[in-house]
């Protein structure tokens, strides 16, 4: 637990949060892997479980809730199924950690330095709108070839990383590996400046909590995910639904992926098609997955944090004597 109500951007070097935030993402996306997988395929299901008629012909799975989900993936596909795009997703998380963390220091300092001062939590939602912003741009064609990858069923699509790469760019070209960034930038703006408005706000007063393992920094994390998922949602479904389009959309899990084109007119295609509930396919799962993530990545991301400044002040000492 950091010492006091101490804010993010007070905390360590560029390099130590760099660090941190990498082996924040790291060890967080190994441990919800399985439900990202699991998000991502009820995300693309376009079709009505309620209305027979919608899927009559269809040849893919049905999938019916999270639970239903994860038993049909490990019968149709074993356990590695609910792995499925976990190297470029931890390549992803790996270096979207670092950028965010460091970006989200860099813009602190600097609306520190400036004046006016801002309030607290307006300054925290723009230091973390704008480093979900810079980090999901970087590191966007590892999202997009996480969702691809996750989306393959027992028929593979792409057989390597390499070759996912590479047939990208011969089939679709460089613009290819942006597919839905659009909504993708659109959509981690609110989110992640709710996320850290939220996180700071509730940081300080948990910490005076008598939680367990100094948990503190894990149950802020929680409630400040489950916030800002909630009010995002329709537009992380649409990015993932862009992310797979292209000449390999029908060869997917879900063979009957409509044509989409850009974030609104994929919005209105889904509440015209599905309705407006369309928007929110795989939420329940996207919460369960989002809560532990943000609190295993802010628990992990504080002590990695207060290890690596521990051990530059040790090297100091040493080098002083």
């Known amino acids: ?18 660090f941190a ?5 790291l060890i967080s996306r190994f441990c919800i892997a399985p439900l990202d997988v699991v998000k991502i395929r009820l995300q693309l299901q376009v079709h009505s479980l309620t209305d027979p008629l919608s899927h009559q012909g269809y040849k893919g799975p049905i999938y019916k809730g999270t639970i239903p989900t994860f038993k049909a993936i490990l019968k149709q596909e074993g356990l590695s199924g609910l792995w499925k795009g976990n190297v470029p997703a931890e390549l992803l998380y790996v270096c979207y950690g670092g950028i965010q963390f460091s970006s989200y220091r ?4 600097a609306l520190h330095s400036a004046a006016p001062k801002l309030p607290d939590a307006a300054e925290s939602f723009i230091c973390g709108a704008a480093a979900g912003a810079a980090a999901t741009t970087a590191t966007y064609p590892l999202d997009l070839l996480r969702t691809r990858f996750a989306a393959q ?7 390597s990383l390499l070759g996912s790469v590479r047939d990208i ?6 613009r290819g590996y942006f597919q839905g960034l659009s909504a993708g930038v659109t959509q981690v703006i609110p989110y992640m400046g709710l996320f850290f408005a939220a996180y700071e706000t509730l940081r300080a007063p948990m910490a005076i ?17 489950i916030i800002a998922k909630t009010g995002t949602f329709p537009l992380d479904l649409v ?6 389009q292209g000449p390999t959309r029908s060869r997917y899990v879900h063979t009957n992926i409509p044509l989409y084109k850009g974030t609104f007119a994929t919005i209105k295609a889904i509440v ?16 369960f997955k989002a809560a532990p993530a943000s609190a295993v990545t802010m628990w992990t991301y504080e002590r990695a944090l207060k290890i690596l400044i521990e051990l530059e002040k040790e090297k100091e000492q040493a080098a002083n004597r």
Do not use: F, N, W
């Open 153 to 159: 069923g027992t028929q593979k699509v792409y057989t």
């Open 169 to 174: 760019y011969r089939h679709e070209g460089a």
């Open 272 to 287: 015209k098609q599905e309705g407006r509930r369309g928007l929110y396919r795989g939420l329940t799962v996207s919460l």
């Open 106 to 109: 860099t813009t602190a300092l």
């Open 239 to 244: 990015r993932k639904r862009l992310q797979v």
């Open 209 to 225: 909590l008598p939680l367990p393992y100094g948990s503190s920094d894990a149950a802020a994390g929680v409630c400040a995910s």
């Open 1 to 18: 637990m950091s010492e006091g109500p101490r804010q993010l951007k007070d905390e360590g070097s560029k390099r130590q949060v760099v």
């Open 21 to 25: 935030g990498a082996i924040a993402g």
